[in-house]
């Protein structure tokens, strides 16, 4: 009664419970499917897949010692899934086939062709939603509908969510061994920072703790401050499953007390689970389409100054500081991917899909649902409450969440030399000087032209 677990972004042995619930019914042979023409046409980082060809060795050897074998299938496109993942199971004399759901569209559809193909084959699929705490369509509002904005859906989540649902499952026991060899797991990651992204899990889970236990207590002062170390630095680990989302609130919980619970960390916890619902709530967005129709009609403008954008190079030192660290780390802040992505679709009226495509192929933690929802609430055009008018000044951004200039400093060497105070705007003198560019915007003329483009399509 061997039993088939399909490892997909879930590279994880705690807190799984797909593999979990398999290991109970029967010896487990887990399997993973290469994919390497959707991952490009999903254009997943060179970087997110090296961290994920680590974790998925480190994962394998663990998995091992419990008496876990690893295959791995090749299936280039999804639509090769259903071929490659019902030959293995009935290759291994599988009697189901287990699997966490994911949400974006093409993922809900491959998993539907897989169940059909495993049906026909007299497999019995099980699903699990280990990827969130709350199911998708369990949070809804009094009509039974997905929330619009994200502070009622929060509110809510805590409230009904329950004990039970937080608490996460056990890793497997020892299995019986089955007569199943092992693959050895292609080379097909890219490059990537491993001296900052670790991928063994008494390291991973080593940070969790340090952050939970030391930084939690200051999470609200400092996770605004791109400068400062304050906060968790784990999404590569939840984007890629190497850490459950239940082991992370249990963690807090033990380090934190009830506290914990409540405070803002798990609020963001919650935005991400916000994003993974609305993602299945609404195919829509899968299709590149915006939350509020009305973001369809905005005219962006050509893409002049894209390329200075990607490289850091726009003459704004927080948004190359942002740019850069991206590019140098495979990471960036959340303060300053919201000061870059309002820069791009705001003061250059670029439209947001080109950065969602841009951070998409550079992140060691990209994520759809969550790049998505970041993207279209930064241009305005996603589930949020503010109004279309809200435009960051990134000279007032900086100064306010990197008032020493730390970070600019950080990222953009080539102004090291320049004074707390003026490091933020640069004069043109100095900025020639270090051959440093000018500022490819001025702010007062972009943002009245933001003002005027974004109203015409929001006010018709
Ligand atoms: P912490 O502050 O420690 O938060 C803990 C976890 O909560 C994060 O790891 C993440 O899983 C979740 N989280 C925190 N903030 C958000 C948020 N605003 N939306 C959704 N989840 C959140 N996050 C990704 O994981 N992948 C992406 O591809 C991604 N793209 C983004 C694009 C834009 C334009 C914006 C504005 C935000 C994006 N985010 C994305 C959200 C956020 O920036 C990162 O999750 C955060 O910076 C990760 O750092 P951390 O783990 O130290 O976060």
Redesign the pocket.
């Known amino acids: 009664n061997a039993q088939l677990v399909w490892l997909r972004n879930d590279l994880r042995l705690n807190d799984n419970p797909a593999l979990y619930h398999a290991s109970t019914a029967g010896p487990v042979v887990a399997c993973f499917a290469v994919c390497e023409k959707q991952w490009q046409e999903h254009r997943d980082a060179p970087a997110k897949l090296g961290l994920a060809q680590a974790l998925l060795t480190a994962w394998a050897e663990d998995a091992e010692k419990l008496g876990i074998v690893l295959k791995i299938v090749h299936a280039p496109m999804f639509s090769d899934a259903p071929k490659a993942i019902t030959a293995l199971a009935q290759e291994i004399g599988a009697q189901g086939v287990w699997w966490n759901k994911e949400y974006p569209l093409n993922e809900m559809r491959r998993d539907k062709a897989v169940r059909q193909a495993c049906e026909q084959a007299d497999l019995a699929v099980h699903e699990y939603d280990g990827d969130v705490v709350l199911a998708p369509g369990t949070v809804t509002n009094g009509s039974g509908d997905m929330y619009q904005v994200f502070t009622p859906f929060s509110k809510r989540w805590r409230q009904v969510v329950t004990e039970a649902e937080l608490s996460s499952c056990p890793r497997p026991g020892k299995q019986t061994p089955l007569k199943v060899k092992g693959d050895s797991i292609p080379g097909f990651g890219g490059e990537y920072r491993a001296d900052l992204w670790p991928a063994q899990r008494d390291k991973i889970q080593r940070n969790l703790h340090n952050f939970c236990s030391e930084k939690l207590a200051e999470y609200s002062d400092t996770?605004d401050i791109p400068a400062h170390r304050g906060?968790?630095?784990?999404?590569p680990y939840?984007?890629l499953g190497a850490l459950g989302i239940r082991h992370c609130i249990e963690q807090v919980q033990k380090d934190q007390g009830p506290d914990g619970f409540h405070g803002q960390?798990v609020t963001?916890?919650i935005?991400?689970e916000f994003?993974r619902h609305l993602m299945a709530a609404k195919p829509r967005l899968s299709m590149g389409k915006c939350f509020r129709p009305d973001g369809e009609k905005v005219q962006w403008a050509k893409p002049e100054y894209f390329e200075d954008w990607r490289q850091g190079k726009t003459g704004v030192p927080i948004v190359d500081a942002g740019m850069r660290q991206l590019l140098q780390t495979g990471w960036?802040?959340?303060r300053v991917?919201?000061i870059v992505?309002a820069f791009l679709s705001k003061l250059m009226l670029v439209d947001w899909h080109l950065g969602e495509q841009h951070?998409?192929a550079h992140?060691i933690?990209?994520?759809f649902a969550?790049?998505n929802?970041?993207?279209q609430?930064?241009a305005s055009v996603g589930a949020d409450a503010a109004p279309y008018f809200r435009i960051f000044n990134p000279y007032r951004q900086a100064e306010k969440f990197d008032p020493n200039g730390d970070y600019v400093r950080k990222f953009v060497p080539e102004l090291q030399s320049i004074t707390d105070k003026k490091i933020h705007q640069p004069s043109e003198q100095q900025c020639r000087a270090l051959g440093y560019p000018l500022p490819i915007i001025n702010y007062k003329v972009a943002r009245s032209t933001a003002m005027d483009v974004f109203a015409k399509a929001f006010k018709g």
């Open positions: 996770r906060t968790s630095l784990i999404s939840l984007a960390w963001e916890l935005w991400r994003y960036m802040h959340n991917r919201m992505a951070f998409m992140l933690d990209g994520d969550s790049n929802g970041g993207w609430w930064s």
